[in-house]
């Protein structure tokens, strides 16, 4: 039986200007900002954080365990998420959600934290080292920094089985999750001199499987790191995914892929389609063309475009929930949703580009920049199409080009600012913002699984939470209730 | 001209083939061309002035 597909998103901000054009300094500006607007001073707890755990079991060889970085800015958010630096960035990781909707929603709220953050990281600026932030992937220039999606994955699931089944989509999604940019800035991708790219982050890609997430980037991201009961649990760490401005694409971003590891939970690797025999150059040949004509030789010795692996998907998505319904993913009005616009972003992009510029960032982006370039007669390198491409994902409510070109909202203002405070109440997330709302004076850290409770006498107690689907508001929403401090609520709970 | 004159023109223009076009059948695709137009406009308002510059400063550490 497929296991509920507990998931969320970890972005890292690009970020320009603050004091000494140090990128970390203006990250731990931004927030240490957010932190000391009240909203919370609960430090991050670094126990259990193992990044260099190989999923495979081995160690790869040529592999270096990630840094995890100690001395920085990082605090846990009443909504349940977590705020930090990250090397040179500033990182919002959205709270454990249950649904695809759910996880959008909480990264849609990541987007008005960091402009809260950075409107009071300003006020105490210079005005020629004002900060500003963009949810994009790439300087241009041969920097890239990451959008990672997490999932619940059962570990009867053996990792192999993972790969197979999963590097099709994992390849070939980015036509209609693509964030799109112009040109090329790694070796081999400017040799193809391409004008436009699908994708903000495939040319970066060079391995199919690895641990690493900065350098030899794999598509399938091996690190084993559960944040949960390891016996029971995997966290899928996908870092392969573009930041999305559209709140359609995130959501089918999440719903497709939360989807197809369902399937793969209750079906086997067998239904999904043969993988690439070079998925390297698949994902890099298929950004490289918009046109969606690029073809690659498959496992089976079929050739298949991108758009070929993305049918067959939503086919056996489509059949599985038929079959077995979607309740690992979400209620079936959602899963319905994704489907929609998964078929819909798919035929748009084939057929009727117009037709899903609201929903397909790339498609939304390169409509403007074709446009203004014809306006003006502009060649294609030309500095103003090169601004629109960056200043898409600016965070600029004045500048944002994203908030302006017609993108479809599925979510509700309000939500989105009950998200920025709120956590969601389906999962743990809920009991980890409410006590750092509730008792954040008795807190000494908390992390995804455990918070870490300092009343002041005796040694500081850790409270657990191992599985992600406890700590619900149904489950601790009236012990939160009654308990005034976090001694009445220590006490209820060992009980 | 300047920019901004010549987007007023364009604009003004465009106001004009409107009027003069009210009676004719609009297809789909001049429905499309004349939001695209507008969007283009609202661009052009917001985007940095000195785009040369303001794409040569963006540059970023690796991360992840």
Not at chain 1, 11 to 24: C, K
Not at chain 1, 195 to 207: C, D, H, K, T
Not at chain 1, 453 to 458: K, Q, R, T, V, Y
Request: glycine share 6%.
């Amino acid at each position: 039986m497929a296991i509920a597909k507990v998931l969320g998103i970890e972005t890292e901000y690009g970020i320009a200007g603050g004091p000494d054009m140090d990128p970390i300094t203006a990250s731990s500006i931004v927030v240490n900002a957010y932190a000391q607007q009240g909203r919370t001073r609960i430090n991050w707890d670094f126990h259990g954080e193992t990044p260099e755990l190989d999923a495979r079991g081995l160690p790869g060889l040529t592999s270096f365990a990630p840094i995890v970085e100690t001395h920085l800015a990082n605090t846990v958010l009443t909504n349940g998420a977590r705020l930090y630096v990250d090397h040179a960035h500033p990182e919002y990781s959205s709270p454990e959600c249950r649904t695809p909707l759910e996880a959008t929603l909480y990264d849609v709220a990541g987007e008005e934290v960091m402009r809260r953050a950075v409107l009071v990281a300003n006020e105490s600026l210079n005005p020629e080292h004002m900060i500003t932030l963009y949810k994009n992937n790439s300087d241009s220039k041969g920097n890239s920094y990451g959008t990672h999606e997490n999932y619940l994955v059962s570990r009867e699931v053996d990792f192999s089985h993972v790969v197979r089944a999963m590097v099709p989509h994992f390849v070939s999604r980015q036509i209609i999750i693509g964030a799109g940019k112009l040109g090329a800035e790694t070796d081999h991708a400017i040799d193809a001199n391409p004008y436009f790219q699908l994708s903000q982050r495939a040319e970066f890609f060079e391995e199919v499987v690895g641990l690493e997430t900065t350098l030899k980037r794999p598509i399938i991201n091996t690190r084993d790191e559960p944040h949960s009961d390891a016996e029971r649990f995997r966290r899928l760490h996908v870092i392969i995914g573009d930041a999305n401005l559209s709140q359609v694409a995130t959501f089918v971003k999440l719903g497709s892929t939360a989807l197809l590891l369902a399937a793969l939970e209750d079906l086997g690797p067998e239904p999904f389609p043969s993988a690439p025999r070079h998925p390297v150059r698949a994902v890099r040949a298929y950004a490289l063309d918009p046109t969606l004509r690029a073809v690659e030789i498959c496992e089976d010795d079929q050739w298949r475009t991108a758009w070929d692996f993305q049918d067959q998907l939503w086919e056996l998505a489509d059949g599985y929930v038929e079959k077995r319904g979607g309740d690992a993913v979400a209620e079936d009005d959602e899963v319905a949703l994704v489907l929609r616009h998964w078929r819909e972003m798919l035929d748009g992009v084939r057929d009727d580009a117009d037709a899903v510029a609201d929903r397909v960032d790339w498609v939304a982006k390169l409509r403007v920049v074709n446009g203004i370039r014809e306006r003006y007669d502009l060649g294609p390198h030309d500095a103003k199409l090169r601004a629109i491409d960056l200043q898409y994902h600016d965070l600029r409510p004045e500048k944002s080009l994203a908030q302006r070109v017609g993108l479809f909202k599925m979510l509700d203002e309000r939500a989105i600012r009950e998200a920025v405070h709120n956590p969601p109440g389906s999962t743990r997330a809920y009991f980890r913002g409410q006590c750092v709302a509730r008792y954040p004076d008795q807190i000494a850290a908390a992390n995804w699984d455990s918070v870490v409770f300092d009343l002041g006498e005796g040694p500081l107690q850790r409270v657990p939470m191992l599985d992600p689907l406890r700590g619900t508001a149904a489950l601790t929403r009236d012990l939160l209730e009654v308990s005034s401090t976090a001694d009445e609520l220590l006490q209820a709970l060992d009980r | 001209m300047s920019e901004q004159e010549r987007i007023q023109k364009q604009r003004t223009e465009r106001a004009a083939d409107t009027a003069t076009d009210v009676n004719v059948d609009t297809t789909k695709g001049e429905q499309l061309k004349a939001e695209l137009d507008d969007l283009l406009d609202e661009i052009d308002e917001v985007l940095e002035e000195n785009a040369e510059e303001f794409v040569r400063n963006y540059v970023q550490k690796g991360g992840e």
